[in-house]
């Protein structure tokens, strides 16, 4: 079972920063675009930020100049730093992977990290 394993989430206040780790098996990450999802409470998950094998970037446009996603090939890793966090950022983060192998997709995620933004 492929699992990606999300860090560091937490209680933050309003206008500070988090930044959130993701990694991967190799052999997953080396082809996937990787993503980052928020689900805040009460509400349908939603998503915030890609990054493609190649490190081009997308951002949903309620985070863009906050947030940054960055990936590190050599660790397996995703992240996500959060900067000028607001209240509304609160909720779970997830990761995702969907690699193609031999022509199906496949769909991966974290467990979710907890970001709370207190005003």
């Known amino acids: 079972q492929v699992q990606l394993v999300e860090s560091g989430g937490g209680l933050v206040q309003a206008g500070g920063s988090l930044r959130l780790s993701c990694a991967a098996p190799g052999s997953i990450f080396s082809i996937s675009t990787m993503r980052w999802y928020h689900q805040a409470p009460g509400k349908q998950r939603e998503l915030v930020a890609a990054?493609?094998?190649?490190?081009?970037?997308n951002y949903v446009d309620s985070v863009k100049g906050r947030f940054t996603i960055s990936r590190d090939n050599a660790k397996n890793t995703v992240y996500l730093q959060m900067n000028s966090l607001k209240p509304e950022d609160t909720g779970v983060y997830y990761c995702n992977a969907d690699p193609v192998l031999l022509h199906r997709r496949y769909d991966y995620w974290g467990q979710g990290t907890q970001v709370t933004v207190s005003s």
């Open positions: 990054i493609s094998s190649g490190g081009s970037t």
